[in-house]
T-cell receptor, first 119, second 113 residues
Framework: DTGVSQNPRHKITKRGQNVTFRCDPISEHNRLYWYRQTLGQGPEFLTYFQNEAQLEKSRLLSDRFSAERPKGSFSTLEIQRTEQGDSAMYLC?????????????????FGAGSRLTVL | DAKTTQPNSMESNEEEPVHLPCNHSTISGTDYIHWYRQLPSQGPEYVIHGLTSNVNNRMASLAIAEDRKSSTLILHRATLRDAAVYYCILRAFNAGNNRKLIWGLGTSLAVNP
């Protein structure tokens, strides 16, 4: 397994265009997360999936954002009608939901991120 | 959700030990202490975690205060590749998932050759 893969690594788009990012998690991980990170800040939670179910979305995720995880494998994050404020690094992470004492060790494995620049 | 406080930046010399502090005075009894680091232009990387006892792994050591209100990440011999932002995060044992992890600004570690 090569870890969490994200594509594309960089995307430059014009305001108003739609963009889609893809994340391929570690195959045995049943949880997948999307985070956003702007320069000089820590990652901010956007949404997460357990298998194919999207269990929570942050209030940061406006109606222009949609995420899917069909069949509980890869995930896509789409941003419609991009705005300059959407410029950020979009990080995907996956984890395995442990049981009992292992649940505290539910560590995240991150991808390298997809950097979005909206002109 | 309990938060952590870390110095904004620290500096070290190559091959010397580095002690990165983290204060978490509002930690609850079921919160795990996790450390991640983020190298430039990469996603965060898990470093170590602990609950009450000190922990060691191939990357680092984690020293947890007896009252658990602070912890210290120890890099025994800093290398240039250890230059990164280090995040100290609390994760509730019964959180069930990581959605409530609060990532602060972390500590930016510079390593001098």
């Amino acid at each position: 397994d090569t870890g969490v893969s994200q594509n594309p690594r960089h995307k430059i788009t014009k305001r108003g265009q739609n963009v889609t990012f893809r994340c391929d998690p570690i195959s045995e991980h049943n949880r997948l997360y999307w985070y956003r990170q702007t320069l000089g800040q820590g990652p901010e939670f956007l949404t997460y999936f357990q298998n194919e179910a999207q269990l929570e979305k942050s209030r940061l995720l406006s109606d222009r954002f949609s995420a899917e995880r069909p069949k509980g494998s890869f995930s896509t994050l789409e941003i419609q009608r991009t705005e300059q404020g959407d410029s950020a690094m979009y990080l995907c992470a996956s984890s395995y939901r442990g049981q009992g004492l292992l649940s505290g060790a539910n560590v995240l494995t991150f991808g390298a991120g997809s950097r979005l620049t909206v002109l | 959700d309990a938060k952590t406080t870390q110095p904004n930046s620290m500096e070290s010399n190559e091959e010397e030990p580095v002690h990165l502090p983290c204060n978490h005075s509002t930690i609850s009894g079921t919160d795990y202490i996790h450390w991640y680091r983020q190298l430039p232009s990469q996603g965060p990387e898990y470093v170590i975690h602990g609950l009450t006892s000190n922990v060691n792994n191939r990357m680092a050591s984690l020293a947890i205060a007896e009252d658990r209100k602070s912890s210290t990440l120890i890099l025994h011999r800093a290398t240039l590749r250890d230059a990164a932002v280090y995040y100290c995060i609390l994760r509730a044992f019964n959180a069930g998932n990581n959605r409530k992890l609060i990532w602060g600004l972390g500590t930016s570690l510079a390593v001098n050759p």
